[in-house]
């Protein structure tokens, strides 16, 4: 049975004007960003390629320090040499960390306060994907399964758990970006245990967005950064390998994030060279809608649901352009 627009379809709940509105402004001003300019420091995990790679070069050029964290030992040392080269070596720290382990994130955090006793910006943004394909159901690969919570979701609060005390007792403010995902959000079929914990990365960065601003004279945000189609090796980038059309560079996606990050928003959505932020805002509205409306569950997958979709999207983006 397909459903036709009469039956389900209620009023657009499109209210693109109001429900995008910056969480934590910074005010605007002519002189240096609090968080972003020379001097300061940077944190960053998987930074020994993509996304983390090109954010340090991007920190580098503003002046900042940078303590560069990644597994994978050999490519981290690279980065920290190209790195060296920008800001000099004085100011970058390379330290091979496994976040799934929190003794070495500890020691991370250690060597950072001791070298610059503060940090002004913490990206938490190591992640894997397994995109082999043994997490492609719910029913098996628990081994992988256990491996992608442990990197992408313990990871992930190994460093907010071990940073966030330090942080939050500094004079200068400071920002936490946690690296979720569209996936996360809206969940489409085919890596489920990747989803999942980025749902869960989702959660935990606006619970500890909340709790950041209540915590008496803290000057520290959460941002929760949602890279587009990125070319990573996480996406499939493997060699020398030509970046298809529809994704961006990971430097088109850093910069992007920068210019959310000088204008505090929370939510730092990007888009990318095949689907444009609107495509997004309605993706992500029809996903509530499944729970709103109740729908099936990832009704945008269902063959019953095929034609209302495309006639939403269709509407939709009439609506907003
Ligand atoms: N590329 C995309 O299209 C895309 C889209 C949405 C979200 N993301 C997210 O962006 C972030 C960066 O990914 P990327 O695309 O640059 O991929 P990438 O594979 O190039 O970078 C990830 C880095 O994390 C490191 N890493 C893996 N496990 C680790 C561990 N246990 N401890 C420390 N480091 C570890 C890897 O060695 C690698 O250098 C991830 O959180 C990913 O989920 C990427």
């Known amino acids: 049975m397909s459903h036709s627009r009469s039956s389900i379809r209620r009023p657009s709940p499109l209210r693109p004007n109001s429900s995008f509105a910056f969480e934590n402004p910074q005010e605007p001003s002519d002189g240096p960003h609090p968080l972003l300019h020379s001097g300061r420091v940077v944190v960053i995990t998987g930074a020994a390629s993509g996304i983390g790679r090109a954010a340090a070069h991007e920190f580098a050029g503003i002046g900042m320090r940078l303590a560069l964290a990644d597994v994978n030992e ?6 920290g040499e190209e790195i060296s080269k920008i800001v000099g070596e004085e100011n970058v720290l390379v330290v091979p960390t496994d976040v799934s382990k929190l003794e070495e994130v500890v020691q991370l955090r250690d060597k950072v306060y001791e ?4 940090v002004s910006v913490l990206m938490n943004n190591a992640a894997i994907a397994q995109l082999n394909g043994t997490t492609g159901t719910s029913w098996n690969g628990l081994d992988a399964w256990k491996q992608v919570f442990d990197v992408n979701l313990f990871g992930v609060l190994n460093v907010q758990h071990t940073f966030t005390p330090s942080m939050i007792h500094q004079e200068n403010p400071a920002a936490i970006i946690n690296t979720g995902s569209k996936q996360g959000i809206t969940n489409p079929p085919g890596n489920a245990a990747y989803n999942a914990s980025k749902a869960a ?25 949602i890279p587009g189609w990125t070319w990573t090796g ?14 961006w560079t990971a430097q088109e996606t850093v910069l992007y994030m920068l210019d959310q990050l000088r204008i505090g928003k929370f939510y730092i959505i990007c888009p990318d060279n095949e689907t444009r932020k609107q495509v997004d805002q309605l993706r992500i509205l029809w996903a509530a809608g499944d729970v709103v ?4 569950a990832l009704s945008r997958w269902h063959k019953d649901y095929k034609a209302l ?13």
């Open 74 to 79: 050999a490519p981290l040392k690279a980065v």
């Open 309 to 321: 979709f495309e006639e939403y999207i269709r509407d939709g983006l009439a609506q907003l352009d």
């Open 201 to 225: 990365i989702k959660s935990l960065t606006e619970g500890l967005a909340h709790e950041l601003r209540n915590t008496p004279n803290a000057k520290v945000t959460a941002h929760l950064f």
């Open 234 to 247: 996480l996406a499939g980038a493997k060699g020398n390998a030509e970046k298809p059309a529809g994704a």
């Open 293 to 296: 409306e109740g729908r099936p």
């Open 115 to 118: 070298a610059w006793g503060e």
